[in-house]
């Protein structure tokens, strides 16, 4: 499989590349709200990045993103963000999971009952009973995301991407 060159540098080994993307979107998603707005071009992509992990049906010029908090590694999931924001004058809340993968394809994990289950299934479980249990938090649109770096990506990948179109 051919990854793509983002990570791939002189270093021997991947370098922990998966963390480094972790720290990569973590800022980069943080940088999508207005407080960044003086660096034209960085706030302009990362809006729009942020924007479509979303998957927001509205035009990106009514969203003015007011609120972006990121989590790494919390329970074991890449990053947990939480995004407020102002479309066309009304709050929306979203709980966004990101799932990043470098050099491993998807694999099983134990859930909390020790089956042995598709890792983001598990993800998205102890996600969904975290949002549930929040009364502050209960309503808010949950979205999930699985990023990559392959420039083809594995079979795992490609097989739950098709499953969850």
């Given at each position: 499989?051919?990854?793509?060159?983002?990570m791939?540098?002189s270093?021997e080994?991947?370098?922990?590349?998966?963390?480094?993307?972790?720290?990569v979107?973590?800022?980069?998603?943080?940088?999508?709200?207005?407080?960044?707005?003086?660096?034209?071009?960085?706030?302009?992509?990362?809006?729009?990045?942020?924007?479509k992990?979303?998957?927001?049906?509205a035009?990106?010029?009514?969203?003015?993103?007011?609120?972006?908090?990121?989590?790494?590694?919390?329970?074991?999931?890449d990053?947990?963000?939480?995004?407020k924001?102002?479309?066309?004058?009304?709050?929306?809340?979203?709980?966004?999971?990101?799932?990043?993968?470098?050099?491993?394809?998807?694999?099983?994990?134990?859930?909390?009952?020790?089956?042995?289950r598709?890792?983001?299934?598990?993800?998205r479980?102890?996600?969904?009973?975290?949002y549930?249990?929040?009364?502050m938090?209960?309503?808010?649109?949950?979205?999930?995301?699985?990023?990559?770096?392959?420039?083809?990506?594995?079979?795992?990948?490609?097989?739950?991407?098709?499953?969850?179109?």
């Amino acid at each position: 499989m051919k990854d793509s060159l983002l990570m791939c540098d002189s270093t021997e080994g991947d370098g922990k590349a998966e963390i480094v993307m972790d720290y990569v979107m973590s800022w980069s998603l943080r940088h999508a709200t207005k407080e960044y707005s003086e660096k034209k071009d960085l706030y302009r992509y990362c809006r729009y990045m942020l924007y479509k992990l979303l998957q927001i049906e509205a035009p990106l010029k009514n969203i003015t993103f007011t609120e972006v908090k990121v989590w790494k590694e919390w329970k074991h999931i890449d990053l947990c963000v939480e995004v407020k924001l102002i479309n066309n004058n009304e709050e929306e809340c979203y709980a966004l999971l990101i799932e990043n993968k470098y050099y491993t394809p998807l694999h099983e994990k134990r859930d909390a009952e020790g089956n042995w289950r598709n890792q983001l299934d598990v993800y998205r479980e102890i996600f969904e009973k975290y949002y549930d249990a929040v009364p502050m938090k209960k309503n808010w649109k949950r979205k999930y995301a699985l990023v990559s770096c392959f420039e083809r990506p594995s079979k795992s990948i490609r097989k739950y991407r098709e499953a969850n179109k």
